[in-house]
């Protein structure tokens, strides 16, 4: 189920294309995730675990073999954009609460191995519940989760693996409040919120505000995510930027005075702990004595964990960090994680000479010639009759063609480079409008990003969904989003194609992956770097063989020992695929195959040989 990956200490860093084209090869057909691991959300220990989160990415660290193990879509979870998670010991589930109101409940086996995975969609899809979804605090009583969340405390029971009640609307008078934490002692439920402490037995009806008893807090500001602690069958009060305070028979007593902002806090035997910018403070409730731990590491955490005396966090801009070996260090894994790339849809210049280059939005496009001669076009026409037209150009891409493409507000415009462009007052004499059956492509979306493959087809990034058109873009090829793919988010922000492995780099809102396409740029002439991967095949494999570094739409034939022909096609590029059927439609059988490769004149050569293992 995971994709293991051996923890490195270095999270972010700025690539160039030459680093994306180091990167291992993936199968054609393929996703993998680039996700940024820096900004820590939360996290929890599940036996020999640290499961992890961040802004857009998950992984569980392995504290036996000290792997960590990426965790997406793919192994089975609902989705990424995680909220909070936590452990229960009792009943091995770990809790994942989602962004959008989605839960995963995970199942975990004796070696903290993920079974099986259960979503509960009901209050994402909750047609009542409006607002944020937010999930601030997870605890756990009697195999029930107990989710504090910005709209009142879900219940989750962990047997049946499904949502017993939502207790919401609990504020003063029954309006609407944000439970910042919650427990559970001697029969009653303790949760706090902004402004009170809020107290009800268990047995009663937790869903009639009449039923909580509330304490009004000392001296608190808003929306300072309040907690409520537990040592020693005793309740613990952290307001945040104020203290902390002891509650017995319905009084607050002040302990210690904290002004700091923190965003976590918890109990270990005797003490308390605090997490604050720079520095964990441990208060020892018995002696009221507090010392601290001290590392530039911590800068915005937002979790803590304790383990065996030794501290795990999660850094909002640290991402996993822990003192197990001394000082702190980081755990986060690296890859590509934080992959980051100048756009290249910014500028460009085609085969004439002529730079195009979008401008601030609302402002048009600017064109410039070999001449330093230049002109600002404030609008681009959407149809030739100039009768639709946008003032805002998000992307630009020149095809093999030297026709350049325009992703705009309203579309794709394809403009037929000319150097009489710059003489023009407008536009209109020098687009072209792709159609599909008549009508204009995606005339109704907000196209964000364009990228050319070396098949010259066109990938398109909308805010809506990824496409991949043919050609002259008459005709949609394929069409990915969160719901048939890995995708994020279906708001593609930027594209960029690495040529030499075809692999497209797709930038969302919420996280980046890429795509391995079956296409790349073809080489001028063959050469002895043909690229036939997975090579040998093994029988579990289910995808597509790819052939790259062949020459620019080389013809590919493939054939068995004796010379028979098994399949051909004709390469995008300089890659072509091979989905291992023969031309009757047949898997293929084991045994070695040749590949041939032919270009536009009808020369042949052969260029590799690829293993089947059936």
Request: hydrophobic share 35%.
């Amino acid at each position: 189920m995971f994709k293991k990956i051996i923890v490195a200490f270095l999270v972010l860093f700025t690539t160039s294309p030459s680093i994306l084209a180091q990167l291992k090869p993936i199968p054609i057909g393929s996703w993998r995730s680039h996700y940024n691991y820096s900004k820590g959300k939360s996290l929890t220990k599940a036996g020999n675990k640290i499961f992890a989160a961040a802004i857009n990415g998950f992984f569980a660290y392995d504290l036996t073999d000290n792997e960590a193990l990426v965790l997406n879509i793919e192994d089975g979870f609902y989705d990424i954009n995680i909220s909070n998670l936590a452990y229960d010991e009792v009943s091995k589930i770990l809790v994942i609460a989602y962004n959008s109101g989605a839960i995963d409940l995970a199942k975990l086996d004796n070696n903290s191995e993920i079974k099986e995975i259960t979503p509960l969609l009901s209050i994402k899809y909750s047609t009542t519940l409006l607002g944020s979804k937010q999930v601030n605090e997870i605890t756990f009583s009697n195999n029930i989760a107990y989710l504090s969340t910005d709209y009142g405390i879900v219940q989750v029971d962990l047997q049946k693996k499904q949502i017993k009640e939502i207790d919401q609307n609990l504020g003063q008078d029954g309006i609407k409040t944000t439970i910042n934490s919650c427990t559970i002692l001697e029969g009653k439920i303790y949760s706090i919120t902004d402004e009170y402490l809020l107290e009800a037995n268990l047995a009663d009806n937790l869903q009639n505000y009449l039923s909580w008893k509330r304490y009004k807090l000392p001296n608190t500001q808003l929306n300072k995510k309040h907690r409520i602690l537990q040592a020693k069958n005793e309740l613990y009060i952290h307001l945040n930027t104020n203290g902390l305070f002891s509650f017995k028979n319905s009084n607050f007593q002040k302990l210690i005075n904290i002004f700091e902002e923190s965003n976590t806090s918890v109990t270990n035997g005797n003490s308390i702990f605090v997490a604050l910018k720079s520095r964990i403070l441990n208060f020892e409730i018995a002696t009221e004595k507090t010392s601290y731990i001290n590392d530039n590491l911590l800068n915005s955490p937002q979790k803590l964990i304790i383990n065996s005396s030794k501290y795990w966090l999660s850094d909002g801009s640290n991402g996993l960090i822990s003192n197990t070996t001394g000082s702190f260090v980081q755990y986060n894994p690296t890859k590509t994680a934080g992959l980051l790339t100048t756009r290249n849809d910014s500028t460009l210049k085609d085969k004439l000479g002529i730079v195009y280059t979008k401008l601030a939005p609302g402002n048009g496009l600017l064109i410039s010639n070999k001449a330093c001669k230049s002109r600002t076009f404030s609008s681009v026409p959407l149809l030739q009759n100039n009768t639709r037209s946008s003032n805002t150009v998000n992307s630009i891409a020149v095809d093999k063609n030297n026709t350049i493409y325009l992703a705009v507000n309203g579309g794709i415009v394809a403009i037929n480079s000319d150097e009489r462009i710059i003489e023009s007052q407008n536009l209109t004499d020098f687009i072209s409008t792709p159609v599909i059956d008549g009508v204009r492509t995606l005339a109704t979306e907000i196209v964000l990003s364009i990228a050319i493959d070396g098949g010259n087809r066109k990938w398109i990034g909308t805010e809506a969904a990824l496409y991949l058109f043919n050609e002259d873009l008459s005709e949609i090829i394929q069409k990915f989003t969160n719901v048939n793919s890995p995708l994020p988010s279906n708001v593609i922000n930027f594209l960029n194609l690495e040529p030499v492995s075809g692999e497209l780099f797709v930038y969302t809102k919420n996280g980046i992956v890429s795509y391995r396409t079956n296409a790349t740029d073809g080489n001028e002439i063959q050469e002895n770097s043909v690229l036939v991967f997975p090579n040998p095949v093994q029988p579990q494999f289910n995808g597509v063989v790819g052939i790259s570094g062949l020459v620019a739409n080389a013809f590919v034939k493939i054939t068995d020992v004796s010379g028979r022909l098994v399949y051909q096609t004709r390469a995008n590029g300089g890659t072509a695929s091979w989905d291992l059927t023969n031309q009757n439609g047949n898997r293929a059988e084991s045994g070695i195959y040749f590949i041939f490769s032919g270009n536009e004149f009808g020369k042949e050569s052969l260029v590799t040989k690829l293993a089947v293992i059936k």
